[in-house]
T-cell receptor, first 112, second 116 residues
Framework: GESVGLHLPTLSVQEGDNSIINCAYSNSASDYFIWYKQESGKGPQFIIDIRSNMDKRQGQRVTVLLNKTVKHLSLQIAATQPGDSAVYFCAEINQAGTALIFGKGTTLSVSS | DAMVIQNPRYQVTQFGKPVTLSCSQTLNHNVMYWYQQKSSQAPKLLFHYYDKDFNNEADTPDNFQSRRPNTSFCFLDIRSPGLGDAAMYLC???????????????FGPGTRLTVL
């Protein structure tokens, strides 16, 4: 089940701040995790992924951290910009390995 | 540009009147997915096609059907839309199934369905 207290439905930050978005996943056997960004009126867009044999992966301005012990995933966005405002979803592969299960989204609002 | 295209972007139908949503892809991907996303919720997988093989999620209502006449096109048919079926419907593709080496899912812009 989902860890209580880790997920925040909304996050408001100032431009230039670092943002951290958290996610708890349910399937301890999942070996692949993805973060998606969804802007209003658009489909989800791939941001970054990580395999279960890693605990950290960095992209451009984004870092994903994986803690398999507590089944927790986080997305860190450095120097957050207004264009980062969107809903962010984490996703894991289902038990059959055939599709994604999305976690609850977090709405990130960035003010100038 | 190669992409996932959904038509129409907005669809209005009446309660109980069958409706079809369309998805096409120029990526030549083997797998196509349909997700339902209700307001302020995460996308929820309805079903997917791996090539011509249809895979229905256990909790997808019978009211929802799908067709994939060829690699490029996939349709979502809602036989008797209810008010609770109003949602964004997202189509996605991936080159292959996700269980092995991961293949990124590419999403279309979605079709927003309104049921009157």
């Amino acid at each position: 089940g989902e860890s209580v207290g880790l997920h925040l439905p909304t996050l408001s930050v100032q431009e230039g701040d670092n943002s951290i978005i958290n996610c708890a996943y349910s399937n301890s056997a999942s070996d692949y995790f993805i973060w998606y960004k969804q802007e209003s009126g658009k489909g989800p867009q791939f941001i970054i992924d990580i395999r279960s044999n890693m605990d950290k992966r960095q992209g451009q301005r984004v870092t994903v951290l994986l803690n398999k012990t507590v089944k927790h995933l986080s997305l860190q966005i450095a120097a957050t910009q207004p264009g980062d405002s969107a809903v962010y979803f984490c996703a894991e592969i289902n038990q059959a390995g055939t599709a994604l299960i999305f976690g609850k989204g977090t709405t990130l609002s960035v003010s100038s | 540009d190669a992409m996932v295209i959904q038509n129409p972007r907005y669809q209005v139908t009446q309660f109980g009147k069958p409706v079809t949503l369309s998805c096409s892809q120029t990526l030549n991907h083997n797998v196509m997915y349909w997700y339902q996303q209700k307001s302020s919720q995460a996308p929820k997988l309805l079903f997917h096609y791996y090539d011509k093989d249809f895979n229905n999620e256990a909790d997808t209502p019978d009211n929802f059907q799908s067709r994939r006449p060829n690699t490029s096109f996939c349709f979502l048919d809602i036989r008797s839309p209810g008010l609770g079926d109003a949602a964004m419907y997202l189509c996605a593709t991936s080159r292959d199934q996700l269980g092995g080496s991961y293949n990124e899912q590419f999403f279309g812009p979605g079709t927003r369905l309104t049921v009157l």
